[in-house]
C-alpha cells in the first residue's frame, strides 16, 4: 500500500496521520493543515506565496498569525493574532518563506501560519 500522508515538514519522517483538518506526526508531535499539505502552489506552482487562505502575498505586506507558534530552540511563543509588518517573501529552507520583524526580533515564517492584513 503506498504512502499517502506527506513527511513532517518539521522532522521529515513519514510516520505521520491524518486527524480531522490536519497532518499530524506522532514522532515530534508537530501538526499541520491538510490543505497547505495537498495544495502546496509555493514550491510546485508559478512561485507564488499564498497566505493559509491563498491570498498571494508579496513583498511589503502585513500578515497576522493564525495559531500560536512555538519558536524553534526556545521556550517562547509567537501568539495568534501578532501582527507582522513589512514582510520579505524568501527562499527559506523547510518551507520558511517568509521573513519578518516579530516582536522577539526578526524570523522566517511559513507562510502556511499566516493570513494577508
Known amino acids: 500500500m503506498p504512502h499517502t500522508t506527506p513527511a513532517c515538514p518539521q522532522c521529515g519522517l513519514e510516520n505521520t496521520y491524518p ?41 511589503g505586506d502585513s500578515v497576522i498569525l493564525i ?13 495568534k493574532g501578532s501582527k507582522i509588518k513589512g514582510i520579505r517573501l524568501v527562499d527559506g529552507h523547510d518551507g520558511h518563506n517568509v521573513d519578518g520583524k516579530t516582536e522577539l526580533g526578526p524570523m522566517l515564517l511559513k507562510s502556511e501560519f499566516l493570513k494577508k492584513a
Open 19 to 59: 486527524d480531522g483538518s490536519n497532518f499530524v506526526c506522532p514522532d515530534c508531535a508537530f501538526e499541520w493543515p491538510q490543505a497547505a499539505a495537498t495544495g502546496d502552489e509555493e514550491a510546485a506552482g508559478d512561485g507564488t506565496v499564498k497566505d493559509a487562505h491563498g491570498n498571494p502575498l508579496a513583498d
Open 67 to 79: 495559531k500560536d507558534l512555538k519558536v524553534k530552540g526556545s521556550s517562547t511563543v509567537l501568539k
